[in-house]
T-cell receptor, first 114, second 115 residues
Framework: KAGVTQTPRYLIKTRGQQVTLSCSPI?????VSWYQQTPGQGLQFLFE???????NKGNFPGRFSGRQFSNSRSEMNVSTLELGDSALYLC?????????????FGPGTRLTVL | AQTVTQSQPEMSVQEAETVTLSCTYD???????LFWYKQPPSRQMILVIR??????QNATENRFSVNFQKAAKSFSLKISDSQLGDTAMYFC????????????FGTGTLLAVQP
């Protein structure tokens, strides 16, 4: 089985622009979660989707949004980019919502905002 | 709100020795799950070991084991016979018992295994 894939792997944007990141979960997985990883704040939960529904949202401004498609692929969008949005964005997939099942992480998208 | 604390930012261990990474958490829930994830340099995060709060027996996975003290809200990871490939950032994570996959991570411990 192919693992979790994230595209693009690297992205450079300037302040004020917007960006869309994509995550393709493992085949059969219906849950996708997104995390932001920075040296200062560590790993922070952004949002979680299950069967196209947002189940949970972290404490991020409304500039951060996401969605999930019927094939379970997910996208997250950040509008009006700020320097502080520079981070590694990770997504994780799981077959179910809740429980001790392993969540499989993708390689991440490294976003740099200039 | 749940919190996860890892008080050791960096640790070092000699190859073949044993090392213990500490983690404490805070929650008012009685049913939850705890995890240790490993993030090698420039590589993907992978699950090391998991513990279900309702299970009293400590989880083990080959050279990795945990010491789960529910009353003390402590969840330490022991790595036996350390190998060079164990060099990585280790994150302790908490997940509540509901229908959610939201992980709350600690700040991580950077473990360096020395030859």
């Amino acid at each position: 089985k192919a693992g979790v894939t994230q595209t693009p792997r690297y992205l450079i944007k300037t302040r004020g622009q917007q960006v869309t990141l994509s995550c393709s979960p493992i085949s059969g997985h219906r849950s996708v979660s997104w995390y932001q990883q920075t040296p200062g704040q560590g790993l922070q939960f952004l949002f979680e989707y299950f069967s196209e529904t947002q189940r949970n949202k972290g404490n991020f401004p409304g500039r951060f949004s996401g969605r999930q498609f019927s094939n379970s692929r997910s996208e997250m969008n950040v509008s009006t980019l700020e320097l502080g949005d520079s981070a590694l964005y990770l997504c994780a997939s799981s077959p179910v919502a809740g429980g001790p099942d392993e969540q499989f992480f993708g390689p991440g998208t490294r976003l740099t905002v200039l | 709100a749940q919190t996860v604390t890892q008080s050791q930012p960096e640790m070092s261990v000699q190859e073949a020795e044993t090392v213990t990474l500490s983690c404490t958490y805070d929650t008012s829930e009685s049913n939850y799950y705890l995890f240790w994830y490993k993030q090698p340099p420039s590589r993907q995060m992978i699950l090391v070991i998991r513990q279900e709060a309702y299970k009293q027996q400590n989880a083990t996975e080959n050279r990795f084991s945990v010491n789960f003290q529910k009353a003390a809200k402590s969840f330490s990871l022991k790595i036996s016979d350390s190998q060079l490939g164990d060099t990585a950032m280790y994150f302790c994570a908490f997940m509540g018992g509901g229908a959610t996959n939201k992980l709350i991570f600690g700040t991580g411990t950077l473990l360096a295994v020395q030859p």
